[in-house]
């Protein structure tokens, strides 16, 4: 039997590349939603990069900008996704393809167990096509709006699924 710690609860990790756009926004709208329905109590909720280059920051201060004006609060602080994840996160979402695709390369070289599951956040998507989050760090405010409008979508499509 696997001891973990958080066995009473659902674990999900939100993942993309630098851990300061989409999955931190991702996080933050998970959070939102399962405080809401009153059941925050359940799950265990974080956030993880690919790279590193960003470990240690506060999230893009666009991204944090653009959720608080729909009372949105993202504080999580960027982080590398690791090895212990697999073991912590009963479920592991990535943002994007090429996200998915480094932390199946990172679960396959640890050689970490099938306790976590990943998937992609637009497999959940209901009223948008996009088969992935776009990254919004290099383009203009209007990218984070529409960020946040996917990602609205498909995590609550997420949290119906998991429920």
């Given at each position: 039997?696997?001891?973990?710690?958080?066995?009473?609860?659902?674990?999900?990790?939100?993942?993309?590349?630098?851990n300061i756009c989409r999955s931190p926004a991702a996080e933050a709208i998970f959070?939102?939603?399962?405080?809401?329905e009153g059941i925050n109590d359940q799950f265990l909720v974080d956030s993880a990069g690919t790279g590193s280059w960003h470990v240690g920051k506060k999230a893009d201060s666009r991204m944090r900008f653009t959720a608080?004006?729909?009372d949105i609060n993202?504080?999580?602080i960027?982080?590398?996704i690791s090895k212990e994840?697999?073991?912590?996160?009963?479920?592991?979402?990535?943002?994007?393809?090429?996200?998915?695709?480094?932390?199946?390369?990172?679960?396959?070289?640890?050689?970490?167990?099938?306790f976590a599951r990943v998937y992609k956040i637009q497999d959940f998507a209901n009223k948008f096509?996009?088969?992935?989050?776009p990254d919004p760090y290099f383009g203009g405010d209007d990218g984070f709006h529409y960020v946040l409008d996917i990602l609205?979508?498909?995590?609550?499509?997420?949290?119906?699924?998991?429920?």
């Open positions: 039997m696997r001891l973990n710690i958080h066995m009473d609860k659902k674990s999900v990790l939100f993942v993309c590349l630098g959070l939102d939603l399962i405080n809401n608080n004006k729909r993202i504080a999580s960027a982080r590398q994840d697999f073991e912590k996160f009963n479920y592991i979402v990535a943002m994007d393809n090429s996200n998915y695709k480094n932390i199946l390369n990172l679960k396959n070289s640890v050689g970490a167990s099938d096509t996009e088969r992935e989050v609205e979508d498909s995590v609550s499509g997420f949290l119906r699924e998991i429920t």
